[in-house]
């Protein structure tokens, strides 16, 4: 059965059906309605809900959590994102699983509370020190926000990396039939390295993330690496429309991409060969999405441009790439987009 669902309460909804069995974390706009879900939620599922006193204390909880091999969840957004990050770097540096929803605002700093998507380097560059990854996936719809949370679980705990939805305000407030209970099955995985108590072994489990001598922390970062490297192979996803033949191909992810394909569409209603790329994992960056075209690129984003550059990597030189973003909470309209794209063929406006 379809219900009409907020973003957050479907990603909240997945979470739970995923089986989540603990929720740690803090209010704060545009991403509330997440922790509101759990509270409500969460235990009558047999998990346990705690609102925290930071969210400081929300990530060092899901640390703890992970580290008993307990699948483990938080969300925030903007400033909130960046207190976790510490804790983000110690779970990344234990190899836990766990899901982190960031459903942006605007910033630095408080900013304010409309959608942005401001946030991207924070997520796939490694907002906190040290080498690590994130896996990040970007949701366009209600519905993938709930299909999506789902996904993170079982990639998590497969790979013993962190997943972050990187959402935004938009996503996360607005409300579409979401079907729950259509979600593909998530798998379980054993996890024999968890600190959850003997079990009859004789030696003990310990999660450690300092290692004092530097050839020890060496060899374990190349091995977290070797990881993030077949990762990067296989976890590559994202979507097309009419690319092949185009002459200018915009990209764009999460809400701002379901604009972007609007005026694509209204482009090739009036004769123009354009396309469209959607980045659905955004580390590991779809890069094969890119490789071999011969277009022009538009690169939209709610930022003042930070995707475009992981873009023109992926290019690497081969194909020109031009810009146009809305910042501070403004969201790009169709109508923009379309004229950009005119801009860059030399028609001028229609």
Not at 198 to 217: Q, W
Not at 274 to 287: D, M, N, T, V, Y
Request: a negative charge; charged letters at 25%; one cysteine or more.
């Amino acid at each position: 059965m379809k219900e009409l669902m907020k973003g957050n309460e479907a990603a909240a909804a997945a979470a739970i059906q995923a089986g989540v069995k603990c929720y740690f974390g803090y209010p704060i706009t545009p991403q509330t309605e997440i922790a509101a879900y759990m509270a409500k939620h969460l235990p009558e599922n047999g998990g346990v809900f705690l609102q925290a006193e930071s969210e400081v204390s929300a990530i060092n909880m899901v640390y703890g959590a992970a580290g008993a091999g307990v699948r483990v969840m938080t969300s925030s957004s903007g400033p909130g994102i960046s207190l976790k990050q510490e804790g983000i770097s110690y779970i990344a540096a234990a190899d836990l699983p766990c899901v982190i929803i960031n459903v942006m605002r605007g910033g630095p700093g408080l900013g304010g509370i409309q959608a942005s998507q401001a946030d991207y380097f924070q997520a796939v560059k490694g907002g906190g020190h040290g080498d690590y990854k994130l896996i990040v996936l970007a949701p366009s719809s209600v519905s993938e926000m709930a299909e999506f949370t789902a996904t993170a679980f079982e990639l998590s705990d497969e790979w013993r990396i962190p997943v972050m939805i990187l959402a935004d305000g938009v996503l996360g407030q607005m409300m579409e039939a979401v079907d729950t209970d259509a979600l593909s099955p998530v798998k379980n995985f054993d996890k024999p390295w968890a600190a959850d108590g003997r079990r009859g072994r004789r030696e003990k489990n310990v999660i450690n993330t300092l290692f004092l001598e530097p050839e020890e922390l060496e060899r374990r970062v190349l091995e977290r690496h070797e990881r993030y490297k077949k990762a990067a192979e296989k976890l590559q996803k994202w979507e097309e429309y009419m690319a092949e033949d185009a002459d200018i191909i915009v990209t764009a992810y999460g809400i701002t991409a379901r604009i972007a394909l609007s005026a694509v569409k209204r482009a090739r209603e009036n004769g123009i060969k354009a396309g469209f790329i959607r980045p659905i994992s955004l580390w590991p960056f779809p890069e094969r999405a890119y490789k071999g075209k011969r277009s022009r690129f538009l690169c939209v984003e709610m930022s003042t441009g930070q995707m475009i550059e992981d873009v023109r990597l992926a290019l690497n030189g081969e194909c020109s790439v031009d810009f146009w973003g809305r910042t501070g909470g403004i969201i790009p309209k169709e109508t923009e987009i379309y004229e950009k794209i005119l801009e860059m063929l030399g028609e001028g406006r229609k």
